[in-house]
């Protein structure tokens, strides 16, 4: 049974940081590309950043590019999420979602891609 289990979210103020870990079990995480999204009240989800497990290429939406880093510990099976300098609007529940590497969608950061997900973290940056 694939399994994708979120942690590290939290409240925070403006300027902050966190580190979300994914941990992943039930699937060669070698062959996977393990992505993190989020999801604002209101809002659709969106695509924060990938990473490939075999490769560690790694993508990044615009928003989020030069305060946030995507690492993968294969000994762990498990992906992490450094965010710095975080801000108001990027208070979303996050979620982690894998897709086998083969696949290309999941290089646009484009949520239709994804096969398997976890139940998401709540991340609140106050102001």
């Known amino acids: 049974e694939v399994q994708l289990v979120e942690s590290g979210g939290g409240l925070v103020q403006a300027g902050g940081s966190l580190r979300l870990s994914c941990a992943a079990s039930?699937?060669?995480?070698?062959?996977?590309?393990i992505g993190w999204f989020r999801q604002a009240p209101g809002k659709e989800r969106e695509g924060v950043s990938c990473?490939?497990?075999?490769?560690?290429?790694?993508y990044y939406a615009d928003s989020v590019k030069g305060r946030f880093t995507i690492s993968s510990d294969n000994a762990k099976n498990t992906v992490y999420l450094k965010m710095n300098s975080l801000k108001p609007e990027d208070t979303a529940v996050y979620y982690c979602?894998?897709?086998?590497?083969?696949?290309?969608?999941?290089?646009?950061?484009?949520?239709?891609?994804?096969?398997?997900w976890g139940k998401g973290t709540l991340v609140t940056v106050s102001s």
């Open positions: 990473i490939s497990s075999s490769d560690g290429s790694t």
């Open positions: 039930g699937f060669t995480f070698d062959d996977y590309a």
């Open positions: 979602a894998a897709t086998p590497s083969i696949r290309t969608m999941w290089r646009e950061l484009d949520y239709y891609g994804m096969d398997y």
